[in-house]
């Protein structure tokens, strides 16, 4: 995979991806618009300092929620640098990382340097991509980095490779069981029988040991349930189109045979409740897996023909900036900081004493959940005010950063809001 990472039109995009989204993902961050994942998670890697995954936005230890136990590999760099900034920047990492696994795969199926490096860009230009690193740390942001070494592995038929890629996978969350196993089937009946047939014996094995984990600790696991009739049927249709956009429909290009390999990714978002995420909001993190099988598709598209990675970066500028679900959206704007907010929030992670917050500030529960004392109150509180997704007002910003006249307008949430509208509860 080296020839791959000294394309320097690769590594100068991926170095772009990286800055632009820390950036961005920071100035979030300090306008306290992250949500409770974040904290969720800063909290848990703090205790397994002392081999517990407990964290008080669940109130009971994250490993009883998810089958997660390979994140805590990452722990130890929340030991040495105990903020959400880390955390954030690491989220950054692995999908920007994930781009030079896809070049490297893209080379092994033949595919020549420079369209395997477009193949690559296109990924960072998906909606899918660019809400990973936006939206809230989630465990899927390391699976298009592992589905795509598991591919590169597979393709050289390297079993013991693809078999600690794969364990890797199902360390993440429970429902790579069900991927793993399903694409191990498939690998056993049309390509390679013992890898495909040891793929399912893991993933069994692994959905064998968190079911008897979960039953010794008289828990379930935190995962959605299924509903018989989907919620956005129509709204998977858009997300098929955004999510091949950038690809220039490439993954269509692989036949309909290997198409229905992507059912249950589909399945999933489609059925999902109930918390239903809209299959549109293609940032969400559940998008990650049907995008890492999008973009293996489209080397194997490419391969066949040539002749669509010509579009792939046009295509993913227009996906990027049309229909983003972060901020690089055409009319939308960073945040605007209240610094004397976010210092409040610092003041609550650094406090000595234990500290409850309110359900509807969980901006600053993600900022002070590195505090092990700090709590997240289980239900938001009768007061809680909703503030607009995005600040879609460039006077207002660029007057925040001393450019122009300064704006009237207050702030909800790093949002200026008219004259009038709600403001959110002071936090005390």
Same mark, same amino acid.
């Given at each position: 995979?080296?020839?791959?990472?000294?394309?320097?039109?690769?590594?100068?995009?991926?170095?772009?991806?990286?800055?632009?989204?820390?950036?961005?993902?920071?100035?979030?961050?300090?306008?306290?618009?992250?949500?409770?994942?974040?904290?969720?998670?800063?909290?848990?890697?703090?205790?397994?300092?002392?081999?517990?995954?407990?964290?008080?936005?669940?109130?009971?230890?994250?490993?009883?929620?998810?089958?997660?136990?390979?994140?805590?590999?990452?722990?130890?760099?929340?030991?040495?640098?105990?903020?959400?900034?880390?955390?954030?920047?690491?989220?950054?990492?692995?999908?920007?990382?994930?781009?030079?696994?896809?070049?490297?795969?893209?080379?092994?199926?033949?595919?020549?340097?420079?369209?395997?490096?477009?193949?690559?860009?296109?990924?960072?230009?998906?909606?899918?991509?660019?809400?990973?690193?936006?939206?809230?740390?989630?465990?899927?942001?390391?699976?298009?980095?592992?589905?795509?070494?598991?591919?590169?592995?597979?393709?050289?038929? &390297?079993? #013991?490779? @693809?078999?600690?890629? !794969?364990? %890797? $996978?199902?360390?993440?969350?429970?429902? /790579?069981? =069900? *991927?793993? +196993?399903?694409?191990?089937?498939?690998?056993?009946?049309?390509?390679?029988?013992?890898?495909?047939?040891?793929?399912?014996?893991?993933?069994?094995?692994?959905?064998?040991?968190?079911?008897?984990?979960?039953?010794?600790?008289?828990?379930?696991?935190?995962?959605?349930?299924?509903?018989?009739?989907?919620?956005?049927?129509?709204?998977?249709?858009?997300?098929?189109?955004?999510?091949?956009?950038?690809?220039?429909? &490439?993954? #269509?290009? @692989?036949?309909?045979? !290997?198409? %229905? $390999?992507?059912?249950?990714?589909?399945? /999933?978002? =489609? *059925?999902? +409740?109930?918390?239903?995420?809209?299959?549109?909001?293609?940032?969400?993190?559940?998008?990650?897996?049907?995008?890492?099988?999008?973009?293996?598709?489209?080397?194997?598209?490419?391969?066949?023909?040539?002749?669509?990675?010509?579009?792939?970066?046009?295509?993913?500028?227009?996906?990027?900036?049309?229909?983003?679900?972060?901020?690089?959206?055409?009319?939308?704007?960073?945040?605007?900081?209240?610094?004397?907010?976010?210092?409040?929030? @610092?003041?609550?992670?650094?406090?000595?004493?234990?500290?409850?917050?309110?359900?509807?500030?969980?901006?600053?529960?993600?900022?002070?959940?590195?505090?092990?004392?700090?709590?997240?109150?289980?239900?938001?509180?009768?007061?809680?005010?909703?503030?607009?997704?995005?600040?879609?007002?460039?006077?207002?910003?660029?007057?925040?950063?001393?450019?122009?006249?300064?704006?009237?307008?207050?702030?909800?949430?790093?949002?200026?809001?008219?004259?009038?509208?709600?403001?959110?509860?002071?936090?005390?």
């Amino acid at each position: 995979m080296t020839a791959s990472r000294r394309d320097p039109l690769l590594v100068f995009a991926v170095a772009l991806f990286a800055v632009v989204y820390f950036a961005l993902d920071l100035n979030r961050l300090y306008a306290l618009r992250y949500g409770a994942d974040l904290g969720t998670y800063l909290q848990t890697f703090v205790n397994l300092q002392h081999g517990l995954s407990w964290n008080y936005a669940e109130w009971r230890p994250h490993f009883q929620v998810h089958d997660c136990w390979a994140l805590a590999s990452i722990a130890p760099f929340v030991w040495l640098f105990p903020s959400a900034e880390m955390l954030l920047m690491i989220q950054v990492a692995a999908v920007a990382c994930a781009a030079f696994v896809l070049a490297a795969f893209a080379r092994e199926l033949g595919i020549e340097p420079r369209a395997a490096t477009l193949i690559a860009i296109a990924f960072l230009l998906t909606p899918s991509a660019q809400g990973l690193v936006y939206d809230n740390f989630s465990e899927n942001v390391f699976v298009p980095l592992l589905a795509f070494a598991g591919a590169f592995f597979a393709r050289r038929r &390297a079993l #013991l490779p @693809v078999l600690i890629v !794969a364990q %890797l $996978l199902l360390g993440l969350k429970e429902d /790579e069981m =069900l *991927f793993v +196993a399903w694409f191990g089937l498939a690998c056993a009946l049309f390509w390679e029988r013992r890898m495909g047939i040891a793929l399912v014996l893991l993933a069994i094995m692994n959905a064998g040991g968190f079911a008897l984990y979960e039953a010794l600790h008289h828990v379930q696991p935190h995962d959605p349930g299924y509903v018989l009739v989907p919620h956005d049927p129509l709204g998977v249709l858009w997300l098929l189109i955004f999510v091949t956009l950038p690809f220039a429909f &490439a993954p #269509l290009a @692989v036949g309909w045979r !290997a198409l %229905l $390999l992507g059912i249950p990714l589909l399945a /999933e978002i =489609l *059925f999902m +409740a109930p918390w239903t995420y809209e299959p549109s909001r293609i940032g969400s993190h559940y998008t990650a897996p049907l995008l890492a099988a999008s973009a293996i598709a489209a080397a194997f598209g490419t391969a066949r023909r040539p002749s669509f990675v010509r579009w792939m970066v046009p295509l993913g500028v227009v996906a990027t900036l049309f229909f983003n679900d972060t901020v690089l959206h055409v009319g939308r704007w960073p945040y605007i900081v209240d610094w004397n907010a976010y210092a409040r929030a @610092v003041t609550v992670r650094e406090e000595p004493r234990s500290r409850t917050i309110p359900r509807d500030q969980e901006g600053v529960w993600a900022v002070a959940a590195v505090n092990p004392r700090v709590r997240l109150a289980l239900r938001a509180g009768p007061h809680a005010v909703f503030c607009p997704a995005y600040d879609r007002s460039a006077a207002d910003f660029f007057a925040s950063v001393g450019i122009g006249a300064r704006r009237a307008a207050r702030l909800c949430g790093g949002v200026p809001v008219a004259a009038g509208a709600p403001t959110p509860v002071p936090y005390p």
